[in-house]
């Protein structure tokens, strides 16, 4: 089974490049200047979002250096270890929603302190893939198409990144320990 997996893994993506390529010739859709005028739109649409990425990056940047992060951390320190929540894992949680750059710096600390294979390591990868960059997705999306009220959707996306992180807690202490 793990051989197919593999096998159909490495085929997949060439495959659906050919399906589109024959599609589009069946369909006589001129596929290079297709191309072309979709690279162009994808160009300025980046140089359109790049001031929401700069101004979510100075703020986890901000969050991370002034030690309010560590702090929190460290303030709730006993009453997660209480619900076998690994301190370590507090600052993921709460960057999770924020950045997935500053998430995967933090979770590759967790892993480097605690092991790969310790109870905070699969913690912190349940949560990090049960959860989304709120933040980071609401700022570029949502700043591409020019939306500016989007107060709705952040606490709809706060409200599902907290859900996933009970999920992950009940999930890891059911299955972990």
Known sequence: MKEILNLVSIWILPAIILIILINAFIKKVPVYETFTEG?????????????YLVAIMAAVS??????????IAETLKTPLEYFNIPADTLPLMLTR?????????????????NGANSYAASFAAVITG???????????????????????????????????????I????????
Not at 97 to 113: C, P, Q
Request: hydrophobic fraction near 55%; proline fraction near 1%.
């Open 39 to 51: 690279a162009k739109e994808g160009f300025s649409l980046s140089v359109k979002i790049i001031p």
């Open 170 to 177: 009940i999930v890891c202490r059911w299955w972990f320990l």
């Open 97 to 113: 929603s924020l950045s997935g750059g500053a998430t995967l710096g933090v979770f590759s600390d967790i892993v480097e302190a």
């Open 130 to 168: 049960s959860s989304e960059t709120t933040f980071y997705v609401l700022s570029v999306y949502f700043g591409a198409v020019g939306i500016k009220k989007f107060r709705h959707a952040v606490l709809t996306g706060v409200f599902a990144d907290i859900i996933g992180i009970v999920a992950a």
């Open 62 to 71: 901000m969050l991370r250096a002034s030690g309010a992060i560590e702090w």
